[in-house]
C-alpha cells in the first residue's frame, strides 16, 4: 500500500497560481545571467519609489479592510436598493469609486465577496455582476494616479501632481464608466430585488482601526505626492507594525514581488538591442501610435507590464495611462484585476461569459476614450 502523498502547503498552493510572479521572475533570473548589467541599472528598473508606494497603499489599505468599514458602508446602501438594476448600478459605482482609493484589486477584494454574498440571499445574478464589477474598476481606477499599478507608475515617473494627472485622465475615464453604467442597465434583468434576509451585511466596524487606516492612507498619499514614497512607507510599516500587526501580517506580500519582477524582467528586457530597434521603429511619438501600441501590449502582455515595456519610449505619460487603462478591458489577460474578479467570482464558465462581454466593450470603449481623451483632455 503506497504512502499518501504529503499534503501541500498553503505556500506552495499560492505560488502555484502565482503564474504571473513565476513567469517575470524566471524572465528577470534569465537575463540577469544572459545578459548581465551594472547595479545601478537594475536599481533603476527597480521603480523602487514606485514599489514603496504600493507597499505603503496595500497597508493602509489593509487596515481599511480589516475594520469592516467599507463592508458595513455597502450592505447599508444595498439593504436600501429595491431594484436589481438599482441594486447592480450601486454596486457598479461602490466599485469604481473604491477602485479610485483603494486600488483597483482591493476594491474587487472587498465588493465580489459582498456581492456573492448578496447573491446568496437574493435574485441578484452574481456572475454578470461580476464582470460588470470587473469592468468598473478598469474604468474606475483610470481616474486615480493611485487607483492602479500602472498610474501610480506613471504619476511617479512623470512627476506630476495629482490634481493635473486626475483632470487629465477625467475625459477617457467618464467615457469609461458611462458605458460600464450604460451595460448594467442595460444586462441586468428589470424587476426587484427579493431578499430572503433581513440584514445584508453585519459586519461591525472597528472605529480606531479604520480611523487611523484612512489616516495612513491619506498620509501615504501626500508622501508620494512629495516625493518622499520610500521613507512614508516605512514608516506606515513601523506603525502597524507597533498597532496593527495582524492587518500588517494580511498583506498580500506576493502582489507586491511580482511587481518587483516585472519591472526588472520588462525594465532589462526593454533595453535589449532588438527590441529596443522595434520599439523605435513604432513612433511612438505620435500619440495615435502610442495609443494603439499599449491597447495591443495590454492585451498580449497586460496592461501593467505593457507600462513598464513603453514607458521609456513614451513621450506623453498620459496618453500611455490612456492607452494602457484602456487596454485593461478585452482580454481577461488585458489586466490583473480581471483574473482577480473572476477567480474570486468562482463562477461556471465566467471566463466565457466575461469575453463575450468584455472584447465588443473594448471595441466601443477605444476610439470613445481616444476622442473624449484628445479632445477634452
Not at 251 to 256: E, H, N
Not at 258 to 283: K, S
Request: proline share 6%; net charge positive.
Amino acid at each position: 500500500m503506497s504512502e499518501a502523498a504529503p499534503p501541500r502547503s498553503g505556500w506552495q498552493e499560492r505560488l502555484k497560481s502565482e503564474w504571473l510572479l513565476l513567469l517575470f521572475a524566471m524572465l528577470a533570473i534569465a537575463l540577469a545571467l544572459l545578459d548581465p548589467q551594472p547595479a545601478t541599472s537594475y536599481r533603476r528598473w527597480l521603480q523602487l519609489p514606485t514599489l514603496a508606494g504600493l507597499l505603503g497603499l496595500l497597508v493602509a489599505i489593509q487596515g481599511i479592510r480589516d475594520s469592516g468599514l467599507v463592508q458595513h458602508a455597502a450592505g447599508v446602501l444595498v439593504a436600501r436598493t429595491h431594484t436589481l438594476r438599482g441594486l447592480g448600478l450601486l454596486l457598479v459605482t461602490c466599485t469604481a469609486l473604491l477602485a479610485m482609493v483603494l486600488t483597483n484589486d482591493v476594491s474587487l477584494f472587498l465588493i465580489v465577496p459582498l456581492t456573492l454574498g448578496i447573491g446568496g440571499i437574493s435574485n441578484l445574478p452574481v456572475a454578470r455582476m461580476a464582470v460588470l464589477e470587473a469592468l468598473a474598476v478598469n474604468a474606475g481606477s483610470t481616474l486615480s494616479p493611485i487607483g492602479n499599478p500602472q498610474n501610480l507608475l506613471l504619476w511617479q515617473h512623470a512627476q506630476l501632481p495629482f490634481a493635473r494627472f486626475v483632470l487629465a485622465m477625467l475625459p477617457a475615464a467618464a467615457v469609461m464608466f458611462a458605458l460600464v453604467a450604460a451595460l448594467t442597465l442595460a444586462w441586468l434583468p428589470k424587476g426587484p430585488v427579493s431578499l430572503r434576509a433581513a440584514q445584508v451585511d453585519g459586519h461591525r466596524v472597528a472605529t480606531p482601526l479604520a480611523t487611523g487606516s484612512i489616516i495612513a492612507l491619506a498620509a501615504m498619499v501626500l508622501a508620494m505626492e512629495y516625493g518622499h514614497a520610500v521613507p512614508g512607507a516605512l514608516l506606515l510599516v513601523l506603525a502597524f507594525a507597533l498597532l496593527a500587526r495582524r492587518s500588517l501580517a494580511r498583506i498580500d506580500w506576493l502582489l507586491l514581488a511580482t511587481f518587483a519582477a516585472i519591472f526588472l524582467g520588462l525594465g532589462h528586457f526593454a533595453e535589449l538591442p532588438p527590441i529596443r530597434h522595434g520599439l523605435d521603429r513604432l513612433a511612438l511619438d505620435r500619440p495615435l501610435t502610442l495609443y494603439a501600441s499599449g491597447i495591443v501590449a495590454s492585451q498580449l502582455i497586460s496592461n501593467v507590464p505593457a507600462t513598464v515595456l513603453l514607458l521609456d519610449r513614451a513621450h506623453d505619460a498620459i496618453a500611455l495611462a490612456v492607452a494602457v487603462n484602456v487596454g485593461g478591458f478585452g482580454l481577461a489577460t488585458g489586466s490583473l484585476a480581471n483574473l482577480i474578479a473572476l477567480r474570486l467570482a468562482k463562477q461556471p464558465q465566467g471566463l466565457r461569459l466575461f469575453h463575450r462581454v468584455s472584447l465588443p466593450f473594448l471595441l466601443v470603449c477605444a476610439p470613445l476614450a481616444y476622442l473624449a481623451w484628445r479632445w477634452l483632455g
